[in-house]
């Protein structure tokens, strides 16, 4: 049976490298594949069954284009060094035959036109759309004052995968010249009509625009977000919608909330793709396209500010451009990799502006290839904390095999056994973070102290605004952290409380102390916030402390 | 030499538009492929008082339902010896009872539909007419302005020299002006200024593409009227060279027909013998070129693969291989960041 240090298949699933021995392969041989196919990346982890108990043996993660083939002789050469002599010959076709669950990125995102009776209800069609993987390629409302041959224009030559229509009134379509607009610019047979709107539009609109045509319902909520995914899923050839990767890992985040019963923020960067996915509230998950300028929080500075290295403006532009134009190519400079990570920061953060912010949640998950093969687990911590800013204690964790997605496309009740399954295996925890708003910059924000039954009592650690500490503690290492704030300076929710004690689990960075505000206040001058920003990545990197004077 | 495959080059159909073509119609870029038109001021057609009806009861004797498109005296309602027709060829839109009005999009012919390509039509829809195109493709990774044609010409000798301003001048008026690393903002402007067709090179900077854009961009809107003009870079931004296999094909192909598709980053050579190709994850023994990170551009031989992953200069872990590259140099590189360079296709 196979036999692997769970410790050290955790510890170095977030270098992408397969876990060392011992290791005794199985005499039994049953194997299972899960691929999640990105839009860049495939990532596969190869889960095998010992002592009656599921585990993951091998992982790698490859360009997509690579294709299968090159993926599972990697796979091989991986598991080969460790397996069972008797096996070895038969290994490659155990593991080509070998059962798969697989999830699958759209290859590209929905086109919609959308025609409205009001701009408020443009507004809130075009959120919902692009909450569910579509982009807006044209709009029309009847109150946007547009002439009628500027408003047909905007419509002739869109070439949407679908049109929304989203009347206000129950007024019937033909008489509204809006309505004949998109029959005209949609020509027969064209790409289906949604309605939305109250029922008694049905008919009219469906007599109007024939057999393509399908009422949704009287409001912009899932059902119109349903409605989308199926055609996206439709449109990208994936048969089903929750094969389609980012829902999967949304439904694996439901499932994981549920089981260990803690609410869960999940966000999938991915090359392409950001799937948002709040586990306790399923409602709340959005699969958002690329190439959308979306803003990003008040007082927030943007990727091109916030790198740690001099780098030119030109050598910038032209190395995120190179980036988004070839995304499976790998940063091989510690530049290239400050500017990826801070591609990833205004990501995160945009969303978070797009969905609203982040609610206190007990654990975030990162997945996406740029936070599982970051070279150190701080730097992965760094992007989710700078990205999200998760207020007050957050355990987080990554999503290193990329089997989230794939364990998401079981059907029914079987994601959540799924997930059971390989709980073990699942994530890889990097700590608790503690995030502090308010104080004054320099000035102390707060000290914690750490106790750990049966452990010496630990030196208290003073946190300064601006500045970030971690408090070494081991995965599976838990504690009750002790924090005394300073005036003015909150954790979490506002509370007249000045003493708090939580309870924290360690990971591959520890405890970290996050006193950096939100936004994160930067030093005005280039050099100085240089340095501060590296400050920041030494912090976590090093498992240092401040020690009261 | 004669293309392979031929590329089939679509070209979308607007709402409205007729084919102008058939199938098997041989076209040259500027060839109308399809007529236009363009809607005008929208105007209201009394329906009521012609009809002698209220205005409830038109809706039941509409001949034509909304969206449709209508020909000049087209019958658009009938009650009994009466009709009401359309003024002119419009687009009905609805009949709106509250104003017992028709209202229409009254339509005039605009400018036609016209054919970027040399080919042959292979497919004709009401959405689509589809070109076979006698040329080789190649695609780019950054691009702007419209299509634009003329001979190729190759301005340097080297795939990593850059674009000289000075090497441009009014006799390169009409041509496709190829170099081999970069083209900066003064080479771009003096080209459109002697009335170059486009230029493309192996890299831009992201910068100068995005400002040349916006610039076209603001002049469109002003209608500034001036001749196409259109930018290619064929393998990234910056100022790496361009792949030496590509650059030495389009040398081979020099005064070829050629047309640039800035907006879809695409090259089209005409009638020119096939191009290397690039595939993914290149073998021992493959020429390749890095196509990402230090060394972008340059061209080698593969020759090692590492059993496991390497850390790379970022820290990241990944396969890598050991290039042997034409100038002399081994270096190890990501092997993500690689692509193999196949001599045709």
Redesign the interface.
Known sequence: MTTLDPVSVVADAAQSRPAPGPVRAPTETDLSLLLDVGSAWTKAALVGRAGGRWRIVSGTAQPTSWGESALVDDLVGRLSPHADARLSRRLALLVRDAPRITSRSARRPGRLVILADTQAGLDAATRLSQRHGWIVAAAVTSDDRRPEPERFEALRTAEPDAWLAVPGSEADPAARPMWGILAAARRTAGAPVLVVGPETVREPFASLFGMTTRWVGPALDGTVGDALLAILADVNGVPEVRLLAQVAFGRSMTALSRGIGLQILGVDLGATWLAWAPGGDPAHNALLAPGQDRALPDGSRTATEVLPADVDEFAMTDAMANLAANPTAIPSSPAELAIAHAMGIDRLAAARQAMGGVSSVDVVVGGGRLLAAAPHPADAALVLLDGLRPPGVTQLALDPWGICGPLGTLPGDEVDEGMETLRDDLLSPLGTAVVARGGRPGQLAFRARLHRTGWPESPRVDVRSGSVVVIPLERGGAGELEIELERGVQVGEPHKARRLRVNVTGGAVGVILDARDDPIQLPTRPGDARTVIQSWRDALRREGRQVSG | MPATDPYRHQV?L???AEPAVAVGSEVQPGDELARTV?????LSLPMTRPLRRKSAEV?AILTV?????VRANQRLARAGDREVRAPSEA????????SGSA?L?PLESADALRSDVRGIVMEVT??TITVAVPAVVLSG??GTGPSVSGPLSILVDDPEAPLDPTLIDADLGGRIIVAGSWASAEAITRARAVGVAGIVVGSL???DL?DFAGLQHRRSLLGTAAPPFAVLALD???RAGMDPARFAWLQANAGQQATILGDRRRLLVYDASPAPVRA??PSVGDRLVI????G?GQAGLLAEVS???M?????????CGMVRLDSGRTVS??L??VEASLPTG
């Open positions: 979308p607007p709402a409205l363009r809607p005008t001021a929208a809706t339902s909304p969206g449709t498109r687009l009905f839109l609805a009949y709106e009872p509250g209202r999009l009401d959405r990774i950054g900077h992201a910068r995005a990234g931004f910056g993914p994850r196509v990402a990170g230090p972008r059993v496991q992953a850390a790379v200069g970022s820290g990241i872990s990944t396969l590189v990501a993500a960041n």
